[in-house]
C-alpha cells in the first residue's frame, strides 16, 4: 500500500510545511504519492515531483480547488483515498480544515498534530497545550494524520517522480470564496522561520511593538511572533500568535520578549533549539524554559542586542 | 433563525493536568472543570445574533457524562434559550462526538451550528469539520468575524499569514477563533436562577448511533523536560553565548 500527502501551495510555490509532512511519511516506509489540486498548477507539480522521497505526484487542476475549499477538496480526497493505507497533511489552518472534513466522510478516526509515527499504527500528539504526550493506537483501515511541521525536517530537492493527472469531482456547491488577504512580508514566514522573535504585552503599543522588535528581527532575518495577550491589545496581527492556540514553531533560535511564559504560550515554542527570554521579572516563568535568560528592561536590552550584533 | 451551539466540559486552562500513575490516562479526578474558552465564544455569538435580532433561537448543546450539565448551567445563565445534554457513560472521541450533535442537529433543524475551533483538553480541532461532513453542509472553520443573513453566513477565516472570507449557504457550521468576541461576565443572581431551568437529557445508547472508540490510547507521558538554562549578566554575554551556540548568529 502507499501513503498519500495532499500538498499545500499558494498557486506559486509548493509551501514549506508539505516538505515536513514527506519526511514524516517516509516512516512508513510505502511509496509517497502527493495530490496536487489546484487550478494552474502544473508549475507546483513539477517542483513537487523534485523532492526527494516522493514517488509520484497526482494532479487534479479544476477551477473548483482553486481556494482549496475543503467541502470541495475532501470529496476528491475521499474518491482517490481508498487505494491507500494512509493520508497525510500538514496540521496547518489548511490541513486542519480539510482532513477531519474527509475523515468523517470515510468513516474513520483521524489523529491531529502527530509529533511522532511510532509505527505505522501508533502515533504521538500533544494533548493540554503541550503538557502532555499520548501515544494513540489505530486499527482504521485507512490512518489519516495531520503532522505538527516543528517536529519533522523538511524533506530537500532530488527526487524526480512521475507526474500522473487525474480527473476533477464537481463542485459541491457548499461554499464559495470570497477574498484571501495575506500580508506581505519582507521577513521569512513564522511556521518554518530559523529565527523567532517574539513580543507580549509588555511591548506596550503597536507601534513599539514594531519600533522594537523589527529591527533585531532584520538583524537576524528572523520571524515576528507574539502572545496572545499581544494580539488581543493590537499590538500584532492575528497569525503572529505563537502557542497552544496559534502557530507552533520550533525555530534554531527563539527570542521571547517581554513574555512571561503561560503554558499556553510555551506550547508553541517549547520545542525551539535555542531559547533566550529577555524580562525585568527575574521571577517570570519564562526562565524555567529559557537557555539564556536575561532581566533586564527590554527597551533597553532589546536595542543593545541589535547593535551589539551588528 | 434557530442556532446550535455546542459546548464541551473541559480541564480549566490554568490547570497544570499530570498522567494517571499508571500512565494510562490523564489524572483529572478532582480537577476544576469548565466550558471550553472556545465555545463560550461560540455561545456568546449566539447571543449576540439573537439579541441583534437576527438570530431567534439559541440551543446549546453538550455530548458528555451527566456532570457536563454544569457546563450547560453556565450557557443558560449566559442567556442560551435552551440546553441539552446528551449523556454517555464516558467522554465519546471526535468522530462519534460529531455524529451525536448530528441527531441533534437533524431533530432541531437549525440554521447556523456554532462549534469551538478546539477544545483544549485534545486540542483535537475536528468535531465541527467532521460535523459539517456529516450534514453535508459548507464549514467555516477558525472565524474571527462573521455576517450573518437569513440565507447565508460570510466568514472571516484566520488562516498563516492573514485572512480569508467565505460565503456559506444556510445552514452551515462555523468554527469559531479567540478574536471573534469576548464573552460576556455571568453574574451571580443568573448562575442562581439558572439551576432551575430545564435541561433536556437524551441517552446516547437509545440514538443507534456508534460511538465506540476508534482510537486506543496506549499512554499518557510527560514531555521530556528541557535541560535548565542560565541567567546571562548582559546583553554583551548573551551575544558571546549565541555567537558559541547557534548557527544563526553571527
Ligand atoms: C484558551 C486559551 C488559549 C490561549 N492560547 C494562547 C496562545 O496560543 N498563545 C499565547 O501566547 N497565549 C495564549 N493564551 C494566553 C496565556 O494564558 C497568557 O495570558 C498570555 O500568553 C500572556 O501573554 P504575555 O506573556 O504577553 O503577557 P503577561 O503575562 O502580561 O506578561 C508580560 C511580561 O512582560 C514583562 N515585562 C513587563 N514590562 C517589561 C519591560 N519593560 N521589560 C521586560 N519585561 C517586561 C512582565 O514581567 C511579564 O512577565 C491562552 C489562554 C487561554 C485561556
Ligand atoms: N463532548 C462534546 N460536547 C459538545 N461539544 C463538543 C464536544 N467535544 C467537542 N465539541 C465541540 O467541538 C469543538 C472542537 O472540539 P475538538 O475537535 O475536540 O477540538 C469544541 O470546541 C466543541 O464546540
Redesign the pocket.
Given at each position: 500500500m502507499t501513503i498519500l500527502i495532499i500538498a499545500e501551495h499558494d498557486h506559486h510555490q509548493l509551501k514549506a510545511a508539505t516538505r515536513s509532512v514527506i519526511t514524516a511519511a517516509l516512516v512508513f516506509k510505502e511509496d509517497v504519492h502527493l495530490l496536487v489540486a489546484g487550478q494552474g498548477v502544473e508549475a507546483i507539480a513539477k517542483s513537487a515531483a523534485a523532492v526527494q522521497g516522493v514517488a509520484r505526484v497526482l494532479v487534479v487542476d479544476d477551477p473548483a480547488y482553486a481556494h482549496h475549499l475543503p467541502e470541495n477538496l475532501a470529496p476528491l480526497v475521499v474518491a482517490i483515498a481508498v487505494d491507500y493505507s494512509a493520508v497525510l497533511a500538514a496540521a496547518s489552518s489548511f490541513g486542519k480544515d480539510l482532513l477531519p472534513r474527509v475523515a468523517a466522510l470515510l468513516d474513520v478516526a483521524m489523529v491531529s498534530e502527530v509529533t511522532r509515527i511510532v509505527d505505522p499504527n501508533t502515533f504521538v500528539r500533544p494533548l493540554y497545550a503541550g503538557n502532555l504526550n499520548a501515544t494513540l493506537q489505530s486499527a482504521e483501515r485507512i490512518k489519516l494524520l495531520t503532522v505538527r511541521v516543528s517536529s519533522f525536517e523538511a524533506a530537500i530537492d532530488g527526487g524526480n517522480a512521475a507526474i500522473e493527472t487525474l480527473p476533477a469531482t464537481a463542485d459541491a456547491g457548499l461554499s464559495n470564496w470570497i477574498s484571501t488577504e495575506i500580508q506581505p512580508l519582507d521577513r521569512p514566514e513564522l511556521a518554518t522561520a530559523r529565527v523567532v522573535v517574539s513580543g507580549?504585552?509588555?511591548l506596550g503599543s503597536a507601534e513599539q511593538f514594531q519600533q522594537v522588535l523589527a529591527p533585531l528581527a532584520a538583524r537576524l532575518n528572523a520571524a515576528l511572533g507574539?502572545?496572545?495577550?499581544?494580539v488581543d491589545a493590537g499590538y500584532a496581527p492575528n497569525d503572529w500568535?505563537?502557542?497552544?492556540?496559534?502557530s507552533v514553531v520550533a525555530p534554531e533560535l527563539y527570542i521571547a520578549?517581554?513574555?512571561?511564559?503561560?503554558?499556553?504560550?510555551i506550547?508553541?515554542m517549547k520545542e525551539s533549539k535555542v531559547i533566550v527570554a529577555?524580562?525585568?521579572?527575574p521571577d517570570?516563568p519564562?526562565f524555567q524554559w529559557a537557555d539564556y535568560g536575561l532581566v533586564?528592561?527590554?527597551?533597553d536590552a532589546v536595542k543593545e542586542l541589535e547593535q551589539g550584533l551588528q | 433563525m434557530k442556532i446550535v451551539v455546542a459546548v464541551k466540559r473541559v480541564v480549566d486552562?490554568n490547570i497544570h493536568v499530570r498522567p494517571r500513575a499508571d500512565g494510562a490516562d490523564v489524572d483529572i479526578v478532582g480537577v476544576k472543570m469548565v466550558i471550553n474558552?472556545?465555545d463560550e465564544i461560540a455561545v456568546e455569538e449566539a447571543l449576540r445574533l439573537r439579541e441583534a435580532g437576527i438570530a431567534s433561537e439559541v440551543v446549546a448543546v453538550a455530548v458528555g457524562t451527566t456532570q457536563s450539565q454544569e457546563v450547560l448551567r453556565h450557557t443558560l445563565a449566559m442567556g442560551v434559550d435552551r440546553a441539552l445534554l446528551i449523556e454517555t457513560e464516558t467522554m465519546p472521541q471526535s468522530l462519534a462526538t460529531a455524529k451525536l450533535l448530528r441527531v441533534v442537529v437533524e431533530r432541531e433543524q437549525p440554521r447556523l451550528i456554532l462549534i469551538g475551533k478546539q477544545a483544549?483538553d485534545d486540542d483535537a480541532a475536528e468535531v465541527g469539520q467532521m460535523l459539517a461532513a456529516l450534514l453535508n453542509v459548507g464549514q467555516g472553520t477558525f472565524a474571527s468575524r462573521l455576517e450573518l443573513t437569513s440565507e447565508q453566513v460570510v466568514v472571516t477565516r484566520e488562516i498563516e499569514g492573514g485572512q480569508q472570507q467565505v460565503l456559506l449557504p444556510l445552514p452551515a457550521v462555523v468554527t469559531t477563533d479567540?478574536r471573534l468576541n469576548e464573552p460576556r461576565y455571568v453574574k451571580l443572581p443568573n448562575l442562581m436562577m439558572a439551576k432551575k431551568k430545564p435541561i433536556e437529557v437524551l441517552k446516547a445508547a437509545d440514538l443507534n448511533v456508534d460511538i465506540a472508540p476508534r482510537l486506543t490510547l496506549l499512554q499518557v507521558a510527560e514531555p521530556a523536560v528541557r535541560a535548565p538554562g542560565i541567567k546571562v549578566s548582559s546583553v554583551q554575554e548573551l551575544i558571546i553565548k549565541l555567537r558559541e551556540q547557534t548557527k544563526v548568529v553571527s
Open positions: 507580549g504585552r509588555a507574539a502572545t496572545r495577550a499581544a500568535q505563537v502557542g497552544q492556540t496559534g520578549v517581554g513574555i512571561s511564559g503561560a503554558v499556553q504560550h506550547a508553541g529577555i524580562n525585568h521579572d517570570a519564562i533586564a528592561d527590554l527597551f | 486552562p474558552p472556545f483544549i479567540l
